[in-house]
């Protein structure tokens, strides 16, 4: 964190899920002595932390004991009170953006209970902006279309290697004047480095997708361009994109990946990339 503040990174995002709350504390504590209106921060409602049998660890991929569980809760004081135990972990009596994370099977109480709470609180101050946040792009454009939200954190779906949002979702944001904000850049792992691999949404990375990768990496080189350097700053060529959300887990990566987004791209490379994407399309 001290090393993002350093490179001047000053968005930050979190949510209950993450860590069982521990993402937020550890980023409220980070962020105490920092002056309140130099940074701001998005969270997220619709996952409850209540008790856990604290007999293990989580069991959805967080390495923490299971002291807390999740319980997905889209309604209107289901909102409130996840966003009051949030505002609790992180020590702040406000946050700038509360996005409805992953209401993929609660459409319903999403868009009747959930997002008019949000709306409600924006009005009363309590929020600065609204949204949502989630890995497609479907719902995304229907709640753009339905609602009134200010962002969409689109996940993992205009990255290199997948543009799905791109021909509905970006332009629809633009028309509505819904910013994007580009999360899951590397598809979760496999473009975070110039020799592609890792995974691909959080689960092995399919051979055809890695070959792909493989060819994208190929032509950034023939530009003196590497992977993660391109794969960061292709979503923010769209105009609707605001900014990008990167995980960094180490001081060591916030400085290398910061050091690679300040390096100019020629736009040849774009072009090139282009070009294949049609083509593999």
């Not at 995002?13 to 002056?35: F, I, K, N, V």
């Not at 002291?67 to 020590?91: A, H, K, M, N, Y």
């Amino acid at each position: 964190m001290d090393a993002a503040w350093d490179a001047g990174i000053r968005f930050f995002d979190t949510a209950p899920h993450y860590g069982l709350g521990l993402s937020e504390r550890r980023l409220g504590d980070a962020l105490r002595e920092r002056p309140r209106d130099e940074y701001a921060i998005s969270t997220k409602v619709g996952r409850l932390l209540v008790p856990g049998d604290g007999t293990g660890t989580d069991d959805q991929g967080f390495a923490v004991p299971n002291t807390l569980r999740r319980v997905w809760d889209f309604s209107r004081d289901g909102v409130r009170r996840s966003l009051e135990e949030s505002l609790g972990r992180l020590g702040l009596t406000r946050v700038d953006l509360v996005l409805l994370h992953d209401p993929d099977n609660h459409w319903k109480e999403a868009v009747s209970e959930a997002y008019p709470a949000l709306a409600e609180l924006r009005d009363q101050g309590v929020v600065g902006a609204i949204g949502a946040g989630m890995n497609q792009w479907q719902m995304l454009a229907d709640l753009v279309r339905e609602t009134d939200l200010d962002v969409v954190l689109l996940a993992g779906r205009y990255t290199l290697l997948d543009r799905s949002g791109e021909d509905v979702l970006l332009p629809l944001c633009r028309e509505r004047g819904v910013s994007v904000v580009a999360g899951a850049v590397f598809n979760s792992g496999l473009l975070a480095r110039h020799d592609p691999g890792g995974t691909y949404n959080y689960g092995p990375v399919p051979p055809e997708l890695l070959e792909r990768a493989r060819e994208i990496a190929r032509v950034c080189e023939r530009h003196g361009v590497t992977l993660p350097q391109a794969a960061m700053a292709f979503p923010l060529r769209h105009p609707a994109v605001a900014s990008v959300v990167i995980g960094m887990r180490s001081a060591g990566e916030v400085r290398q990946n910061m050091d690679l987004a300040a390096r100019p791209i020629p736009d040849a490379l774009w072009a090139d990339l282009d070009a294949l994407a049609a083509s593999s399309s």
